[in-house]
Nanobody, 115 residues
Framework: QVQLVESGGGLVQPGGSLRLSCAAS????????MRWYRQAPGKERELVATITSTGYTTTYVGSVKGRFTISRDNAKSTMYLQMNSLKPEDTAVYYC????????WGQGTPVTVSS
C-alpha cells in the first residue's frame, strides 16, 4: 500500500533553515508527481510546492518562492523540501502528498518558527 513518511520538522528561529524529507513506498515513485502541503493552526491546508516525476519542473506558492526548494531522488524514492529564511508565518504541519486515483497523505511533520 502507499506509504508516505515525513521527517525533518522542528523548532527553528526566524531566518533559519530546515530540510524536510518524504520517504515513499508502495507505488511507482519515479513515475509520480509529488507535492508538499502545509496546514497552519486554524487554517485550511495549503499547497506549497509541486514537482514532476522527473524533477525537471517545479512550482511554488508565492509566499515561499525564492526561499523554499522542492527536489527528489528517484533512486531513493524520497522527496525533499529545503526551507531557508524561515518566517513565523511558515509555522505549520507539513504534509507529503501523491495522487494515485485518490489522494494519499503522510502523517505530517510539524515546523515551528519562533524566537
Amino acid at each position: 500500500q502507499v506509504q508516505l513518511v515525513e521527517s525533518g520538522g522542528g523548532l527553528v528561529q526566524p531566518g533559519g533553515s530546515l530540510r524536510l524529507s518524504c520517504a515513499a513506498s508502495g507505488f511507482s515513485f519515479s513515475n509520480s508527481a509529488m507535492r508538499w502541503y502545509r496546514q497552519a493552526p486554524g487554517k485550511e491546508r495549503e499547497l506549497v510546492a509541486t514537482i514532476t516525476s522527473t524533477g525537471y519542473t517545479t512550482t511554488y506558492v508565492g509566499s515561499v518562492k525564492g526561499r523554499f526548494t522542492i527536489s527528489r531522488d528517484n533512486a531513493k524514492s524520497t522527496m525533499y523540501l529545503q526551507m531557508n529564511s524561515l518566517k513565523p508565518e511558515d509555522t505549520a504541519v507539513y504534509y507529503c502528498n501523491v495522487f494515485r486515483s485518490v489522494n494519499y497523505w503522510g502523517q505530517g511533520t510539524p515546523v515551528t518558527v519562533s524566537s
